[in-house]
């Protein structure tokens, strides 16, 4: 029963940056195998955009690489997004999850309420 809440969403230009926050309660990140991102833009399906692992492992959808990046801080219980050189198409709903990463195969078990972001040209 972890609960995930997320911050960091908000309105930039092309080319600006935002950095979103999953903390988490209940349950230790440590001993979570995998949580990462999905984000859903209007009009689209749910897609999933990070992972990182227990073992500190990452993972990045090709509309990603290069620009985002996650992370984590075991201490604050908490996981990060880094994106930068945010495009337009970035626009939409970021969700947090918690659950595990078995053969090519994410699992989720737990999800943050979701943090808008918004990428203007």
């Known amino acids: 029963q972890v609960q995930l809440v997320e911050s960091g969403g908000g309105l930039v230009q092309a080319g600006g940056s935002l950095r979103l926050s999953c903390a988490a309660a209940?349950?230790?990140?440590?001993?979570?195998?995998?949580m990462g991102w999905y984000r859903q833009a209007p009009g689209k399906q749910r897609e999933w955009a990070a992972l990182i692992t227990s073992g500190g492992t990452t993972n990045y959808a090709d509309s990603v690489k290069g620009r985002f990046t996650i992370s984590r801080d075991n201490a604050k219980n908490t996981v990060y997004l880094q994106m930068n050189s945010l495009k337009p198409e970035d626009t939409g709903v970021y969700y947090c999850f918690a659950g595990a990463y078995r053969g090519t195969t994410i699992y989720t078990r737990s999800w943050g309420q979701g943090t808008q972001v918004t990428v203007s040209s």
């Open positions: 209940s349950e230790s990140i440590s001993s979570i195998n995998a």
